[in-house]
């Protein structure tokens, strides 16, 4: 089993207010950028999104892999809430990947596992 975590200050997600802003079209794609601004605090949302990438590079390199193969990839919401990732293409650890997310007023962080 390998792991990856990341924690992000949500702060540093405070000041990308508009959707088109460079810095998030480089990290996030327009379904994860929508996803976000349709919440109350955008930031938390940007912030965990941006954790939970991190995680699974980390995990993903933690196994021996090079994460580059894997990319891009999106980090989407089911209709309950949950995170979920979509692969661009096919890969061998999509089905052996979980990820959990979560945030408060300051910090987001991610966990990703490669059972």
Do not use: W
């Not at 924690?7 to 996030?28: A, C, D, G, H, W």
């Not at 954790?51 to 980090?75: H, M, Q, T, V, W």
């Not at 949950?82 to 997310?101: A, Q, Y």
């Amino acid at each position: 089993m390998d792991i990856g975590v990341d924690l992000v200050k949500i702060s540093r997600f405070q000041e990308y207010s508009r959707k088109t802003n460079p810095f998030l079209k480089r990290f996030f794609t327009d379904e994860e950028i929508d996803y976000c601004f349709s919440r109350g605090s955008p930031e938390q949302h940007l912030a965990g999104k941006f954790a939970c990438k991190e995680a699974i590079i980390k995990a993903i390199n933690n196994s021996g892999r090079d994460y580059k193969k894997y990319l891009p990839f999106e980090i989407l919401n089911m209709t309950d809430g949950r995170p979920f990732i979509k692969f661009s293409k096919d890969n061998d650890i999509s089905d052996k990947l979980k990820i959990t997310l979560s945030h408060d007023y300051e910090y987001a962080v991610a966990f990703a596992v490669i059972k």
